[in-house]
C-alpha cells in the first residue's frame, strides 16, 4: 500500500486543498480503505481518496492509509503533510 499526495511531496500551503490518494499493488475482491492521521484509530476518511478542502496548521501531521480486503489489511508507511 502506498500514498500520493497532490501537491506532490504533501507540503501544502494555509487554506489551500490537499488530496491523498491510496495505491494497493495488488488484491482480491472489494477493498475497504481508511485514512489516519498520527496513529488515531479514528479514521479521518473512507475511500480511496482523502480530500482537504483548505488546510489549517492542524491539519499537518503523518497520514496512513489502510486498505482491507476483509481478511487482512495493509498499512502504508506514514506520509508527512507539512501546512506552509
Do not use: I, K
Not at 7 to 25: F, K, Q, T, Y
Not at 63 to 79: F, H, I
Amino acid at each position: 500500500v502506498s500514498v500520493l499526495a497532490q501537491p506532490p511531496g504533501a507540503r501544502v500551503a494555509l487554506g489551500d486543498r490537499l488530496v491523498l490518494s491510496c495505491a494497493v499493488a495488488a488484491g482480491t475482491g472489494p477493498l475497504s480503505f481508511s485514512w489516519h492521521r498520527g496513529g488515531s484509530a479514528t479514521p479521518r476518511g473512507t475511500g480511496p481518496r482523502l480530500e482537504l478542502q483548505q488546510v489549517g496548521e492542524e491539519d499537518s501531521g503523518h497520514y496512513q492509509c489502510r486498505a482491507s480486503d476483509g481478511d487482512s489489511v495493509a498499512e502504508s508507511v506514514a506520509l508527512n503533510v507539512t501546512v506552509l
